[in-house]
């Protein structure tokens, strides 16, 4: 079984900055893709970046720009700078595995609450 724990959510001012990491520990074979996503009250979950294994990101063209994700290992970090208030959410992390046996498996952290005040 796989663990994520994230942390660096909080209250920001907007224009301010956060950090977010995502820890993932257990019995992990291979990491396919670890990412963030976010959902806002009320609305459907989002994809916020990705990281592939080879280090090729993906990020939505709301946060392109203004956030960046990164990998080290097993850990998946996301910089937010320039936060608005439309960045207000839960931030997940997700990790895509294929395990030693071919099937792949997503994992999800409990997630993270980024409040951006105007």
């Known amino acids: 079984q796989v663990q994520l724990v994230e942390s660096g959510g909080g209250l920001v001012q907007a224009g301010g900055s956060l950090r977010l990491s995502c820890a993932a520990s257990?019995?992990?074979?291979?990491?396919?893709?670890m990412g963030w996503y976010r959902q806002a009250p009320g609305k459907q979950r989002d994809l916020v970046a990705t990281i592939t294994s080879g280090g090729t990101t993906t990020y939505a063209d709301s946060v392109k720009g203004r956030f960046s994700i990164s990998r080290d290992k097993n850990t998946v970090s996301l910089q937010m700078n320039g936060l608005k208030p439309e960045d207000t959410a839960v931030y997940y992390c997700?990790?895509?595995?294929?395990?030693?046996?071919?099937?792949?498996?997503?994992?999800w952290g409990q997630g993270t609450q980024v409040t951006v005040s105007s």
């Open positions: 257990g019995r992990i074979f291979s990491i396919i893709t």
């Open positions: 997700k990790l895509r595995e294929k395990s030693s046996l071919g099937p792949e498996y997503n994992y």
